[in-house]
């Protein structure tokens, strides 16, 4: 990870230009369309990130848990993205958006573009969003949109049974060896400077949480702080809170991990652009 | 000996739910429709991947509306990236075309939320058929083949989102659990 902050640190500069010709452009799109974009880029940065799981895993079953988690990330990208696309009304399609746009457009927070690592860093990372979209969504479903709010209800149950799965893994795997508890707690450690980003609220949506439309994310820390720091000190882990806290994602500001999970995501519609299935 | 057989059957029969408030409410929707004969032709759509169990038994098909010669069918997914839901739209529309429908639409709806209670009596007896143990509350499946309560989770997922994998500690057959939701 303290590469990725050197790497962002020296971006930004080099960057000015682009940043201020992507400031203007989004400030041209509405706050709801952006609010739903971002999570849609969410989801399918984190799809793509299960998928690659997909024949890795540790063995079969767990190689298809993945790949159906991956699954249920996806459907849920579609779903935001058909919204997206319809709130946006400038005739993209949900694959416009998602294959179709720059690194820099898009704006998933940073935990979901992270490589994969080894298993335990997956299930950390996968752990600490489960526990975090369980409390996310359980505001979202009564959002005042009902677009939305069928999109939530939909993807709660979903989440509550990802959690359901990594528990138990967390459990096994910071109780197992003693390799596989090194494992994890280097992931903790890793993961813990990124996870503050979820609590952010982006400017755009502060007024979407005064309509009752967005929720308010900063409100959730306490909440996950203390599901997060029960749950692992049954296993003896001390899970404090990180001073140094990587952000940027929602700006279009990313890892250098992001343009390479892009590159592969959409080679296809980019060698062959309206190539269909 | 034989008795003893019976009565277990019949006990795993009775496991089976036979009506619950969201399939009544789904059976007497239909009912009350004023296109039985489109409900009628829906029957012959199959879920693609659970041969035998028709998008009505498993609570996909949520309605369905004419106006003139327009007919709009609507559904609603199972799990949010099910891949299944492009075909079953295909499917439904060949079918109502076959049958000299041909002004037919497909939307896919989002709200009410699909659960395992929309599946129907005859969709649970046919999951059992194709040896797919079918939901119940606690997730804690009995064995579609010897029927025994001595099973064990394997994963969370199975062959589909919407399946789990377990295994029966008696007759140690592997099999499918649809998941409760």
């Known amino acids: 990870m303290g590469t990725d902050v050197n790497t962002v640190q020296t971006t930004k500069k080099q960057t000015n230009t682009m940043q201020t010709k992507q400031t203007l452009m989004s400030q041209s799109q509405s706050p709801l369309f952006r609010f739903v974009l971002g999570l849609a880029d969410d989801a399918v940065i984190l799809s793509h990130r299960l998928s690659q799981w997909c024949s890795n895993g540790p063995y079969l079953e767990e190689d298809i848990a993945l790949a159906n988690i991956a699954l249920d990330y996806i459907g849920r990208a579609r779903m935001l993205y058909q919204y997206a696309a319809e709130v946006e009304g400038q005739n993209r399609s949900e694959d416009d958006l998602a294959y179709l746009r720059t690194e820099r457009e898009f704006t998933n927070l940073l935990i979901h573009e992270l490589p994969i690592g080894d298993f335990a860093f997956t299930m950390v990372r996968q752990f600490f969003l489960d526990v975090f979209y369980n409390l996310y969504l359980e505001e979202l479903v009564k959002s005042k949109d009902e677009t939305i709010a069928a999109i939530a209800q939909k993807a709660i149950k979903e989440t509550r049974y990802h959690l359901k799965r990594s528990e138990p893994w967390i459990r096994q795997l910071s109780e197992g060896t003693e390799e596989s508890r090194k494992r994890t707690l280097l992931a903790i450690d890793e993961l813990k400077e990124v996870v503050g980003e979820l609590f952010e609220m982006p400017d755009w949506e502060v007024g979407l949480v005064d309509a009752g439309i967005a929720v308010d994310r900063q409100n959730l820390k306490p909440a996950w702080d203390k599901y997060v720091q029960t749950f692992l000190s049954a296993s003896d882990i001390d899970f404090e809170d990180c001073q140094l806290q990587i952000t940027g994602g929602r700006n279009g500001i990313h890892s250098e991990h992001l343009g390479q999970l892009l590159s592969e995501m959409q080679y296809l519609q980019k060698t062959y652009p309206g190539m269909k299935w | ?181």
Not at chain 2, 3 to 15: H, K, P, Q, R
Not at chain 2, 62 to 74: C, E, S, T, Y
Not at chain 2, 107 to 118: E, I
């Open chain 2, 1 to 181: 000996m034989v008795n003893a057989m019976i009565s277990e059957m019949v006990d795993n029969e009775l496991v089976i739910p036979t009506l619950n408030p969201i399939f009544a409410q789904r059976s007497r929707f239909r009912m009350m429709s004023k296109c039985p004969e489109i409900w009628d032709i829906l029957d012959s759509v199959y879920d693609p991947e659970l041969p035998g169990l028709t998008l009505w038994d498993l609570g996909v098909l949520q309605d369905v509306r004419v106006n003139g010669q327009q007919i709009l069918v609507i559904i609603t997914p199972t799990y949010s990236g099910c891949p299944a839901v492009d075909m079953m739209s295909q499917d439904v529309i060949t079918a109502l075309n076959t049958a000299n429908y041909n002004d037919v639409k497909v939307k896919v709806t989002l709200a009410p939320a699909w659960c395992t209670d929309m599946i129907s009596p005859a969709g649970k007896l046919q999951l059992a058929e194709l040896q797919i143990a079918p939901p119940n509350k606690d997730d804690d499946p009995d064995c579609p083949v010897c029927h025994s309560e001595n099973t064990q989770l394997l994963s969370q997922f199975g062959s589909t989102a919407c399946k789990a994998l377990h295994q029966c500690q008696d007759c140690l057959e592997t099999f499918d659990y649809f998941k409760s939701l």
